[in-house]
């Protein structure tokens, strides 16, 4: 009997499933009839295939886009795939092994709002309509002032949002994550305004830098870190790159985010790194990067303001400190 009780990217290499088995598993299972056998869940209650459950995007590693360098070791994979932030799964940062529960194939995603057509479809169908994978190398900095360096693999979110046709009065990109307390435990907490929610302008969510990410190392992304689809911006603190995404909405209201939700006076819609601007229980002036301890000068808008900084040119003159909170 298969039964894999340890998720891949937590085995060594010379250990891993040969990937054309791991990558085709769906075409295998559909190949066997295990679908059409309606075997699928029983097999899953038995806990055949945990952590893999994931969905079966292919193009994995993907070829680096080379134009975004960093100016740091990347974070070993070790130590960004444990020390993870997914409040679904607890407060604390050591929740990996509780995220292994997230089942995510299939993965139904909405697109709905201010679109041509409104639509649901599985994440795989989704990421092989909008395009091809690529590899990009980003610093990603946490509003608790710890950074990483870290290996994306994924699709622009502008393809996304080409696919999905707006209409002339959608004004902001809303992203919803799964809700699911059975197998996110932390989403029984009900003091929390559960699903976490993020949001972008559509000139954010339309920048070159924006990237929805599958994967992470080169290989499809684990659950801890947001599997199947999550959004990495980052020129903005962590909390803006929501995980686990089900749902884009294209609305003409700004989105109110999570944690703004939470507690507006510390995280507001914008979210843009600023050294500048301290956050009321953190300094913002430098960062340490996770796995060195290193300590590091942090950067205007993370390092990326080329990029970025025309976005909110003219924005905010009478009260700066909202571009950042
Ligand atoms: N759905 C969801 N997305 C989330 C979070 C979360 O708790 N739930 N945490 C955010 C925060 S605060 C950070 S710093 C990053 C962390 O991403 P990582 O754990 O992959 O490094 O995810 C963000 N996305
Ligand atoms: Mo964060």
């Known amino acids: 009997m298969f039964v894999k009780s340890c998720p891949s990217w937590a085995i060594s290499e010379?250990?891993?499933?040969?990937?054309?088995i791991y990558i085709n598993r769906r075409e295998w299972l559909q190949?066997?009839?295990?679908?059409?056998?309606g075997l699928a869940s029983t097999a899953s209650g038995f806990g055949l295939f945990s952590g893999d459950a994931n969905a079966a995007i292919?193009?994995?590693?993907?070829?680096?886009?080379?134009?975004?360098?960093?100016?740091?070791?990347?974070?070993?994979?070790?130590?960004a795939t444990t020390y993870t932030n997914f409040y679904e799964f607890g407060s604390s940062k050591n929740i990996w092994r509780r995220a292994q529960k997230l089942a995510t194939d299939p993965w139904m995603i909405t697109i709905d709002g201010l679109v041509e057509t409104e639509?649901?479809?599985?994440?795989?169908?989704?990421?092989?309509?909008?395009?091809?994978?690529?590899?990009?190398?980003?610093r990603h900095r946490c509003v608790e002032s710890w950074a990483m360096a870290l290996p994306w693999t994924g699709v622009p979110l502008a393809s996304l949002v080409k696919f999905a046709k707006p209409n002339a009065d959608a004004k902001y990109l809303r992203m919803e994550t799964f809700f699911d307390p059975e197998v996110a435990p932390g989403q029984k907490q009900n003091w929390y305004p559960w699903p976490y929610v993020e949001?972008?302008?559509?000139?954010?969510?339309?920048?070159?830098?924006?990237?929805?990410?599958?994967?992470?190392?080169?290989?499809?992304?684990?659950?801890q870190n947001g599997a199947p689809i999550r959004l990495v911006a980052p020129w903005k603190y962590g909390f803006?790159?929501?995980?686990?995404?089900?749902?884009?909405?294209?609305?003409?209201?700004?989105?109110?985010?999570?944690?703004?939700q939470l507690n507006n006076r510390e995280y507001g819609f914008w979210a843009n790194v600023n050294p500048d601007v301290p956050h009321p229980r953190w300094s913002q002036k430098t960062e340490r990067l996770i796995g060195s301890n290193k300590i590091v000068p942090t950067?205007?808008?993370?390092?990326?303001?080329?990029?970025?900084?025309d976005i909110y040119k003219g924005m905010f003159l009478e009260n700066k400190r909202k571009l950042f909170y």
């Open 14 to 20: 010379s250990e891993v499933t040969p990937e054309h």
């Open 31 to 37: 190949k066997v009839g295990f679908f059409g056998l």
């Open 58 to 79: 292919s193009g994995y590693p993907a070829p680096r886009n080379g134009v975004y360098q960093l100016d740091r070791e990347l974070t070993p994979k070790e130590v």
């Open 119 to 138: 639509m649901q479809l599985d994440a795989v169908d989704l990421i092989t309509k909008i395009g091809g994978l690529e590899e990009r190398l980003y």
């Open 199 to 223: 949001g972008l302008t559509l000139a954010e969510a339309t920048n070159e830098l924006t990237f929805l990410a599958t994967g992470i190392y080169g290989k499809q992304m684990p659950e």
């Open 240 to 260: 803006k790159s929501v995980k686990s995404i089900s749902r884009f909405t294209f609305t003409d209201n700004q989105p109110v985010s999570f944690w703004e």
């Open 299 to 309: 950067q205007m808008f993370n390092g990326y303001a080329d990029q970025v900084a």
